[in-house]
């Protein structure tokens, strides 16, 4: 039931037990039926409501989450702002979030989804720096020198690469550079000015990402033809190379030892889920000793054989 309050808002109560209510279950089939979720849970009615009636769950997103100064509703509009806009545009973001401040914004995505829990729980340890750059902090300069890729001639011609140069004949983003070949700044129209400093902002991310593109690709061996790749395939077996496939997207985060022990772990994770399922098959058979489950074993390949045999040779 609603009533408003002093402060003119509509607030609810439960018709049950009469306390305030925030998140509300709505009767569909009764005017002015709200249940809190206690009662609702209890199988509530009053007068012609019935518990197995239709209702409706209405939240206005006022509780907290993970800070008591920040709403449900709050939470998700910061999210959302990060996703459109990108990491670091804490100005942008106050758009969305219209009751904090770039400074409120910036402290609580930092100090709570970066140096918190979920971020210690998501970000590989060592990345930290990356991601407080990217969230307004100094760029991290790029480093000229490398380790030039090992590579035949034909490869370098299949790839289009120049190992020496470190660059591609195609790069990420190749048409980028057109966006700034005709720039030329001038500090007489302030509004012209701020619009081509900030198409240099995007080239130059469109270099960082480049390089980062390219470090990942030589760290983990993918600048290679086409034959050695599949060379380099065949070392693994069948299960391996479809995990390794499937989590692929991790290789980004993950340098190449770090990588390949988080696909090791997976493997062993796969077996010891098999093994899991074997003694529990046991344990239905009544086999609690393992030397009794290599002589079920034994029995079991050996009628394997009887019937191979009874139909080979009828």
Known sequence: MAEAGEDDAQR????NCHCDITMRLKCAQCADVDLCLECFATGAEIGEHKKNHD????????????????????????LDAIEQDGLGNWQDATSHVLTKTTDEIKEYYTNTYIDGVIGEG????????????????????????????????????ELGYLPLRDDFDREFENEAETSITTLSISEDDKLETALQLAQLDIYNRVLTERQQRKNIARCHNL??????????????SKDERELRSKFRPFARLLDA?????????????????????????????????????LDCEKVKDRRKLQVSHHIDYP
């Open 12 to 15: 609810y109560h439960c018709v």
């Open 223 to 236: 600048i290679a033809g086409k034959q050695r790749q599949s060379s380099q395939k065949r070392k693994f």
């Open 257 to 293: 030892e770090e990588y390949d022990k988080f696909i090791v772990s997976l493997k062993r994770e796969k077996q010891l889920k098999h093994r899991v399922k074997e003694l529990v098959r046991y344990r239905k058979h009544g086999i609690t000793k393992l030397e009794d489950c």
């Open 122 to 157: 998501t970000i590989p340890q060592g990345f930290h720096q990356t991601f407080l750059d990217d969230c307004g902090g100094e760029k991290v300069p790029l480093q000229p020198s490398f380790t030039p890729v090992k590579l035949e001639h034909a490869e370098q011609l």
């Open 55 to 78: 209702y409706q769950l209405i939240d206005d997103g006022s509780f907290c989450l993970l800070n008591n100064k920040w709403g449900a509703i709050e939470e998700v509009l910061l």
